[in-house]
């Protein structure tokens, strides 16, 4: 215990030493600034393919409405509603004398909304996936944070095309087109490689783990570099890659190159994740131009709160039109009360400061990612049992009958033709297809052919199941329908960070 505590001792001062040399050196310099670029191109992807690729895709797709709304849609109205309230600001700062008329332009406030609209709950989530808690929560906020990025980053992109004085109703259309091709495009290239990386099924490389690694990990930065090269966006394909590639190319791999890659992209994740918030409390104090304005402060925080509420609430509220698992209200003020922003802000405001108005907006970004990240993480266990929010992982129901049909198709047809694992395709397809079905299925998948008896099986009882919870089940039949899911869709991803059940009534 002597000998730990010297070592606990000695590594702390080294530290200390190390942060003394560091901010030393940014005195001597204080040209030297964070480039955006190396962010946006060597950290943020291997964060957004992390969060993909161990996502926990049974829970994704059954609410994957959902997530789709708040991410696409919710961040619409935050970025508009953030817009509009920061203008009003700025407004009233050339009132009181804080600022000059033309300093600050719509698009200036459009683009504070824009970047501000990424939320960045990481802290949140890394206490959620401890305590377990509810699953529904978990994975809306999750999703909507992995899509959330994205669509910021696209979305302030397609403003930052206006000039910085004027905005014209036919640059505002071109850069809606423009941010529907991009996002079209690149999930074209995410697709793209995903079926490229499957042929690995026909390479007898399951006897080189190593080798299975490298070309996973080569094949999935080789996405980010397309797109980048095609002038899309390369972080929304990496996002769809990291997804099919962990619902398909995963079960390609051997047992050692699943755990090998799974290790490498959470270390990957964990060095970029705590560079950048390093960073970030360095730049506080090392940025050479930084301008508070307290007006426009101020406005960031009630606008950030306002955008929040509207977001949530009216959205869960059509949700729940449609839906028979509604959203809880508490599900719905712990989802509003996680709208914490992160490194993508930081990053996307770091981008230009040459003026004074994105200077005010770095700084102010700045403002809001510590102390959210600060006070609204460290509340986080309080809230929970403020809001009575069980603190365990609860599978719910699959209720839709088509997504049900899908995942059953998928382990029918989609996974053998790209994967190892799945009943042979030709005992799946027509006889006319036998022999496009010999082309594509896998030796190995010829050692599996008692499954296909087995998710016809499951799929009818589980459609069975799901027809009688229609009907007034009671909660015995749905616990029963929850096992059988398990038991169908077990080995979608492997990687979900969702822990299983500790608890069950």
């Known amino acids: 215990i002597c000998n730990l505590t010297k070592l606990i001792a000695n590594s702390f001062f080294v530290c200390l030493q190390n942060i003394r040399i560091v901010i030393s050196h940014f005195d001597k ?21 992390h969060g993909a690729y161990s996502l926990n895709q049974r829970l994704f797709f059954n609410k ?7 991410a696409f849609l919710g961040t619409l109205i935050s970025c508009g509603i953030i817009g509009a309230c920061m ?13 000059a ?7 200036d406030c459009l683009f504070f909304g824009s970047l501000m609209s990424a939320t960045d709950p990481v802290s949140v989530l890394a206490i959620f996936a401890e305590l377990q808690v509810d699953s529904d929560l978990y994975i809306l906020l999750f999703g909507e944070s992995i899509l959330n990025d994205a669509v910021a980053i696209v979305l302030t992109y397609a403003i930052s095309t206006y000039s910085t004085s004027t905005f014209e109703a036919s640059s505002f259309f071109l850069s809606i087109g423009h941010f529907i091709a991009v996002f079209a495009g690149s999930f074209g290239i995410g697709l793209a490689y995903t079926i490229v990386t499957h042929l690995t099924k026909f390479m007898q490389l399951n006897s080189h783990p190593l080798l299975e690694t490298g070309l996973f990990f080569l094949l999935s930065w080789s996405t980010f570099l397309s797109a980048e090269a095609c002038s899309l966006s390369g972080i929304v394909a990496v996002m769809f890659c990291g997804i099919m590639q962990a619902h398909y190319t995963f079960h390609n791999l051997s047992a050692e190159a699943k755990v090998r890659t799974k290790q490498l992209f959470e270390c990957l994740n964990f060095l970029a994740e705590n560079f950048i918030f390093c960073y970030i409390g360095l730049a506080l104090f090392t940025f050479q131009k930084h301008i508070f304005q307290v007006v426009f402060i101020c406005g960031a925080f009630i606008s950030i709160l306002v955008a929040r509420v509207c977001n ?28 914490l922003r992160g490194a993508v802000a930081f990053a996307l405001a770091a981008q230009d400061t040459t003026t004074e108005a994105r200077r005010v907006i770095f700084s102010t970004t700045l403002l809001v990612v510590l102390l959210t990240v600060w006070v609204l993480g460290s509340t986080t266990i309080p809230m929970l049992t403020c809001l009575d929010i069980r603190w365990v992982l609860l599978h719910s129901v699959l209720s839709q009958s088509v997504l049900i049909e899908m995942f059953c198709h998928s382990s029918r047809y989609l996974r053998p033709a790209l994967t190892h694992s799945g009943p042979p395709l030709t005992s799946t397809l027509p006889l006319w297809c036998t022999p496009v079905a010999k082309l594509l299925t896998s030796p190995h998948a010829y050692e599996n052919q008692e499954q296909l008896k087995d998710t016809e099986d499951n799929c009818s009882s589980l459609k069975t199941d799901v027809t009688e919870d229609k009907q007034g089940s009671t909660g015995d039949k749905a616990e029963v329908a929850t096992q059988q899911q398990d038991d169908l869709l077990e080995g979608d991803l492997g990687l979900g960070q969702c822990a299983p059940p500790a608890w069950t009534e």
């Open 64 to 70: 994957i409405g959902s997530v789709l709304t708040f």
């Open 101 to 107: 008329a033309g300093d600050f332009h719509l698009t």
């Open 312 to 339: 949530v609430y009216p959205l869960s509220f059509l949700l729940n039109l449609g839906q028979r698992n509604k959203i809880p209200f508490s599900i719905q003020h712990m989802m509003m009360f996680s709208g």
């Open 87 to 99: 203008y009003g600001f700025v407004k009233l700062m050339v009132q009181l004398g804080h600022a």
């Open 29 to 49: 310099h204080p040209d030297i600034f964070f480039n955006p670029e190396i962010f946006f191109n060597l950290f943020l992807p291997p964060i957004i393919f």
